[in-house]
């Protein structure tokens, strides 16, 4: 078994001498379509990235009324903590409101217009689903603790709508050039294949299985595979890394994804598809010459 598979992968490498052209175009093709698809998948990560991100920032404020003791306010606080999808409560006292208010707008002078501190106590009030903030914004209306409830209404449906969109336009695009990086790679490798198709109809004819004639182009579209994974990878990473800090250091505000694991999966789903569209192209490819030739 050992001694057939080093015959293949030598019928392979011959092979791939004889056809070096067609070899390298093969390479090309497939690092150039496997380029592409990294890119996009690369920004749809960064995309939903954005889009948790924004939605993470969104928040409930609670107003409280004014001469709530110290334990109303933590009975209201644990039992708004239970309710269903809410992530996180934080109580903001009107002092520490008042300072975060003068810090952000420094260049208003207030003190003639005001004697003391208006802002109320409030909660704020962090969901697992930004689109139960309205349901649940109506019911902490109710409460008699409560003042008023304001919450970005508008923003946090347009926000949960784009989460959604980017994950749905996302998949779909990676489904569709991952189709179009097959038929690519298919229609490539059988150029080469046709190039053969002599060697491959005279193999058949003195005898040869299927099997016998089909594992020597099966490892041929592996290496193929590999190589053009391999060159798409390094220009990936370099893409990336290039341009990401570059538009990092311009806009700071936007968060990009640098989790060397998120990435690393990446270049390793875009090797591992390189492989497998290469073993598959070839086994396609030489399919259909076997069933020409018979």
Known sequence: MFRDFLFFI???CIGMRRSGIMIFISIATIAVSLIVFGIFLLITVNMNNLADFISSKLELRVFLKHNLSTEELQILQRRIATMTDVKQ????DHETAWKQFQDNFKTMDLSD???QNPLPDSFRIYLEKNDQIPVLARYLRSFPEVE???YQGAIAHR?????KFTRVAGLTLVILLTIATLLITVNTIRLTVIARQNEITIMHLVGATHTFIQWPFIIEGLIIGISGASIAVIVIKFFYLFFSIRFQTAIPYVPLVFDSLTLNL????VALMGACLGV???YIS????LKASI
């Not at 409560?89 to 903001?92: F, L, N």
């Not at 990446?266 to 789903?269: A, E, H, K, L, V």
């Open 280 to 282: 598959l192209g070839a």
């Open 159 to 163: 926000i949960e709508l784009f989460s």
């Open 148 to 150: 008023e409830v304001s």
């Open 113 to 115: 217009l005001l004697e």
């Open 89 to 92: 409560v934080v109580y903001i």
């Open 266 to 269: 990446i270049y390793g789903f």
């Open 286 to 289: 030489v399919s259909k010459s």
């Open 10 to 12: 030598s019928e392979a």
